[in-house]
């Protein structure tokens, strides 16, 4: 009310000259200054346009009121060919859509890797002859999700993650490990043995366990993490055993042979990584239930192919804004280099869309490596992502910050309005088909994504007012 | 009274600021000398005369006897000789000069007294006691006033015991909220001499400076914007909050001060 | 080549900080390969694929592998190691960083108000996300599209929150000066309209016969045109109105719209506290100001004057050059009222948008005004230049010491000079000195636009 700006002195809050703001400095005054810069000038009128039409506060609202309102649980282990309908020729894969021919290393060797894993080739040439004959479709159009190559064929074993508030569900593949693994494009013997030994042991062994215990609830357990150590995506150390610790007593009293049941666990104590497929599907469940609230800017989806980056957001539902793959900024294994790294790839960013990863590195001091190397620059990390998400995550809360919640929600329109761009924690493929991994590192999500997806919501505004 | 004998030097860095209206006269007049009798954090405390004035930083309470600085301020030592007068307080080489002047005596709607009831009973209890302040102003005896203040003065800890926040507050909303329902405020007219004489030696100086502005009607803007709240010029609630909030005892003291002197004012 | 291959028994580092180990052993000159690294299974297989004997380990020791060129090159490889396993020295530095948005800056802070400023095109974002998140909002920007302004000043009027502008130069709020803005002292006037320099000059005027400015509230150049319909004016007339510490309000304004004038003196004849009109071209600023001293029962006096002495300019037209939009407007009506139309055709307003496009205005730098002043010296025609002087907060800190030297120049050549100098005696410029170096130099300095504007027309006439 004019009251109140009339009664006291006003606190001011300034953007544009600074000489103005020096002016009531000078006046002994209370200011707070934004750093403001211009916008890329292609999105200044649809800026304006979607101002003018004031309905993106609430879709946004309401959009991130259903991305928060699921609660992720892991209730069992499924087969993709039923749980997802697959067609046996139908290979899911991770970030927008992409053919064959376009494929990077690391994909396509994944997906070789997978033809030799169903038996639809008997040689890595035989599989890449095949390729062009098999059908590609986003993991993210089948509400699944998969980390970096994300190939997901009708045999694989998905962990099935169901909203014990609602009626959503995602799936995802199980993490095989580090080192020489398919979703890093590798596709030797020992990596099809693997898969091989996940459906056959892995699967049914965990699915029986989990048959023997109420569902497990995700989201508690990731926000237990955080407060561990855990970034949800890079690090997942934390949280895996956490998750251990809940199958424990239902594995044990599992009447598999007692050999399997020690080889899952073994398996799992070995691969810090084991938990990131289940916080993606968690992330997952949530994105699917704030997608399509028209108006909603909402970020639902960032996932990267290998070749392309893409994002989708709420207000335009299943379109993907896509972009060259950035290069990853990181660190590499042994005598690998930046020379041997394939451009980003993966769902797995998925999480930064839920404020985790990259969004929640301030409660992650033991991997702020990527970062530059100090907590600082993790804090600030963090810190610098609140200017674009529209809200503090309610369960994932940073320990360091005072407990403050994770930034979470990210706002297509106010990455283009700051120029602040999403920072995303993510592993590095080998370039070359069969490599597997070659590093870590943090990527920024191309500026060029958003500035398409905010054109497309002013175009909906115009049209919908003609 | 002493005139300065140093001249500063024109090209002496200037700060600009903004300075309560209250303290225009000093600061306007002929130049005095002063000397820096406390620094606390981000604000400096300056003896000249009678007066105290308060530097701070823009980011804080508006005191009546306050001088908010703009940029450039320097740390300020204890006991460094301060010049005030000619438009401006230089201390250690700076030359802070007011560019705005703010008012810190509220101007309040003409009101009834069932208005200002109302929103008291709002208000809620303060923390504080009243120590018998609301009884003594009500009977109109300066005597009975200066009674009560005789215990109050210097009572508490700190630079602004809270004994004397207590007291400014019950004076202030005497005098400004008497206004407001159409009566001059006597008692507070009769009792601010002698109450100024025995603050001067009774409590710390800042605190009888603001004692002094308190008896006419000067208050800090938290105050007075609480007591704008009891006129019903704006929300009671959020308005008590943000005077509870001031200083460690200060807030609730004077809020408790100023219910007091409103309670006096509706009788 | 030789390899080294170590076993740190039971140390243990996280795996990013060996691979930064790793990357900083392998930056080593007569390195060819590093590895250091937990002893892993993984890790294990990795090394043998590199090449290197492995010795017994548990997954609790370190590795530390390095092929080199020769010996010499291990004990700085090591070294380098040790290093890195060094906690890295950080700044420290946590602060959050810069807010980028308004909405931003305002939550840091607590903020009521938001001063935008930013170019036009990009304002209206601003501005409705500082209305959304419940501030008051000044646009000191221009450029802005009309449409755009009445959805600001609409979505303010619903949620009770007062949008002063687009294109607002000047207010003045509980004393703060934002924009172009007089340092004026607390006092029962307030002022409120759709003109920068209107206000600057009443506050100015008000200062200078003792009455200080308690608020004065700009509205936007486009605030009284028909298509806005006043929005701000009538809402901050009301709340005026309802301010017990408001005596006296003035209402300025360039020739508004005639409905909506009609609509603004109507709101002001409803208000309780006593309401000077003052529409130029109706009446002058000089006329607005005695009016409100009027109604506190102040009589008012002429207002200062620094003369010439007696000397006669050249023969010849007036031309103005102005930076206050309204100052400019009033003095145009003065001339046109005794001189005609045609004599009053050559006064521009050098703060108009097509004069600050890619410019800063021109009570900020003056250099395109003075060129304009050198250039009429040099035209015969020309007899009087009238020239206003803005000073305040926000406006050049010095402005005579750039033009003293080019009204002396023109002064030289006969150029009659007349200074309009809009000031109050607490300004940071310090309005005497400003108009005596003015006076110096040769102008006859008026603290009253209108008197400038008359003695400009005096001069002129007196030499045809």
């Known amino acids: 009310m004019i009251d109140r700006l009339l009664a006291a002195e006003p606190v001011v809050a300034t953007a544009g000259v600074d000489l103005l703001a020096d002016a009531l400095e000078a006046q002994g005054a209370s200011v707070s200054r934004a750093a403001w810069r211009p916008p890329p000038d292609e999105v200044s009128d649809a800026l304006a346009t979607i101002a003018l039409h004031r309905r993106t506060d609430k879709a946004n609202r309401i959009a991130v009121e259903r991305m928060m309102g699921v609660r992720p649980v892991l209730t069992g282990i499924g087969v993709a060919r039923d749980a997802l309908g697959l067609g046996e020729r139908t290979f899911l894969h991770a970030g927008p859509p992409i053919a064959w021919e376009d494929c990077s290393g690391p994909m396509r060797g994944a997906l070789v890797g997978a033809m030799l894993y169903e038996g639809l080739a008997a040689s890595p040439e035989e599989a890449v002859a095949l390729g062009p004959e098999i059908e590609l479709s986003p993991c993210h159009h089948h509400r699944a999700v998969g980390p970096m190559a994300g190939v997901i064929s009708p045999s694989m074993p998905l962990a099935v993650v169901a909203d014990a508030d609602g009626d959503g569900a995602a799936y995802t593949t199980l993490n095989e490990g580090l080192g020489k693994v398919l979703r890093y494009g590798a596709f030797a013997p020992e990596v099809i043995d693997r898969l091989r030994w996940m459906e056959r042991v892995l699967a049914p062994t965990l699915d029986a366990a989990l048959r023997r215990i109420d569902p497990i609830d995700l989201r508690s357990l990731i926000g237990q993490a955080l407060q561990m150590g855990d970034d949800g995506h890079n690090r997942n150390r934390a949280a895996t055993s956490l998750l251990l610790r809940e199958l424990g007593a239902a594995l044990l009293e599992g009447d598999d042979p007692s050999r399997d049941r020690a080889e899952v666990f073994r398996f799992m104590h070995a691969n810090d990584h084991f938990m990131l497929n289940l916080v993606m599907a968690s992330a997952k469940v949530g994105v699917d239930a704030a997608s399509g609230v028209a108006g909603s800017s909402l970020v639902t989806a960032m996932a990267r192919n290998g070749t392309e980056f893409g994002i989708r957001v709420s207000g335009t539902g299943d379109a993907w804004f896509t972009a060259p793959a950035p290069e990853v900024d990181g660190l590499y294994l042994g005598s690998f280099t930046a020379a041997d790294a394939n451009p980003d790839l993966g769902d797995s960013a998925i999480t930064e869309t839920v404020g985790l990863g990259g969004f929640a590195m301030a409660a992650s001091p033991a991997i702020v490596g990527f970062v530059g190397g100090t907590a600082a620059d993790a804090v600030r990390r963090t810190l610098a992502m609140y200017e674009i998400t529209l809200v503090e995550h309610p369960h994932y809360r940073i320990p360091f910050l005072e407990s403050r919640g994770t930034p979470t929600g990210i706002d297509a329109i106010r990455v283009v309005r700051t120029g602040v761009m999403p920072v995303i924690n993510t592993g590095i493929a080998g370039k070359e088909p069969g490599v597997g991994m070659v590093g870590a590192g943090i990527v920024e999500a191309p500026v060029a994504c958003f500035l398409q997806a905010v054109r497309a919501l002013a175009a909906i505004e115009s049209d919908e007012e003609a | ?267 | 080549m030789i390899s080294h291959v170590e076993v740190r028994r039971r140390t243990y580092h996280d795996s990013v900080r060996l691979m930064q180990a790793s990357a900083a052993v392998q930056r080593v000159d007569g390195v060819e390969t590093a590895l250091v690294a937990m002893a892993t299974d993984l890790n294990l297989t990795l090394l043998q694929d590199l090449g290197f004997e492995v010795a017994e380990t548990t997954p609790d020791d370190m590795l530390v592998a390095v092929r080199a060129a020769d010996e010499a090159v291990i004990a700085p490889a090591l070294a380098a190691l040790d290093a890195a396993l060094e906690t890295p020295a950080g700044d420290g530095d946590m602060a959050a960083p810069e807010p980028r948005t308004i909405g931003t800056a305002a939550a840091r802070a607590g903020a009521d108000l938001a001063l935008i400023s930013v170019p036009g095109p990009h304002a209206f974002v601003e501005a409705a996300e500082a209305l959304a998140s419940g501030l008051h909002v000044m646009v000191f920007s221009d450029n802005v599209p009309v449409h755009q302004e009445i959805a600001l000043k609409q979505q303010g009027l619903e949620a009770g929150l007062l949008v002063m502008g687009p294109d607002c130069g000047t207010a003045v709020v509980s004393g703060l000066g934002l924009g172009f803005a007089n340092a004026v002292r607390p006092g029962p006037v307030s002022l409120v309209g759709a003109s920068g320099t209107g206000i600057q000059q009443l506050c100015c005027l008000l200062d200078a016969a003792g009455v200080g400015v308690r608020h004065a509230l700009g509205t936007g150049s486009r605030d009284l045109s028909h298509a806005v319909g006043g929005r701000a004016t009538l809402q901050a007339l009301v709340a005026l109105d309802e301010d017990p510490a408001t005596e006296v309000i003035v209402v300025v304004s360039k020739p508004p719209s005639p409905e909506v004038a009609e609509e603004v003196s109507a709101a002001a004849a409803a208000c309780t506290t006593p309401t000077v009109l003052c529409l130029i071209g109706e009446s002058t600023l000089e006329d607005g100001a005695a009016a409100a001293l009027r109604a506190l029962g102040r009589e008012p006096t002429p207002p200062a004057v620094w003369p010439t002495r007696g000397e006669t300019p050249r023969q010849g037209t007036l031309r103005g050059l102005f930076s206050g939009g309204t100052l400019r407007d009033e003095a145009r009506m003065i001339v046109a009222g005794t001189l005609g139309e045609a004599a009053a055709a050559d006064m521009i307003d050098f703060g108009d948008d097509e004069y600050t496009r890619g410019r800063p205005h021109p009570m900020i730098d003056q250099r395109l005004r003075l060129e304009h002043l050198g250039e009429t010296a040099a035209d015969d025609s020309i007899g009087v230049a009238l020239l206003d002087v803005v000073l305040g907060h926000g406006a050049h800190p010095d402005p005579a010491s750039e033009m003293a030297p080019v009204v002396a120049d023109a002064k030289e050549v006969g150029l009659g000079i007349v200074v309009s100098l809009c000031g109050s005696s607490g300004d940071p410029q310090g309005r005497d000195a400003q108009a005596a170096a003015l006076n110096e130099a040769g102008a006859a300095v008026f603290l009253s636009n209108a008197a400038a504007a008359r003695h400009a027309v005096e001069v002129v006439g007196g030499t045809r």
Do not use: K, Y
């Open chain 2, 1 to 267: 009274m002493t005139v300065s004998h140093t001249i500063p030097s024109t090209t002496a860095p200037v700060v600009t600021a903004a300075a309560s209206i209250a303290v225009a006269p000093l600061i306007e007049g002929s130049r005095r000398s002063g000397v820096v009798l406390g620094v606390s954090g981000r604000a400096a405390w300056v003896g000249v005369d009678d007066e105290v004035l308060l530097l701070a930083d823009p980011a804080a309470v508006r005191l009546p006897n306050g001088i908010s600085l703009g940029r450039g301020a320097e740390a300020v030592r204890v006991g460094a000789p301060v010049a005030v007068g000619d438009g401006e307080v230089s201390i250690s080489g700076v030359r802070i000069r007011p560019l705005r002047w703010w008012d810190p005596r509220p101007v309040l709607p003409v009101v009834t007294e069932s208005v200002i009831a109302d929103r008291l009973a709002a208000a809620g209890a303060p923390v504080f006691g009243d120590g018998g302040l609301h009884v003594a102003l009500q009977s109109g005896d300066p005597e009975q006033v200066l009674a009560v203040a005789d215990r109050l003065l210097g009572r508490g800890d700190g630079l602004t015991p809270w004994g004397d926040d207590l007291l400014a507050g019950a004076l202030a909303a005497h005098a400004l909220l008497g206004e407001a329902v159409g009566r001059d405020s006597e008692i507070v007219g009769a009792v601010a001499g002698p109450i100024g004489v025995r603050a001067a030696t009774r409590t710390t100086a800042l605190s009888a400076a603001l004692l002094r502005h308190g008896c006419r009607g000067e208050v800090a803007d938290p105050a007075a914007r609480f007591l704008e709240a009891l006129c019903g010029r704006e929300a009671i609630a959020p308005a008590a909050g943000r005077l509870e909030a001031v200083g460690h005892s200060s807030g609730p003291a004077i809020l408790a001060g100023i219910s007091a002197g409103a309670r006096a004012v509706i009788g």
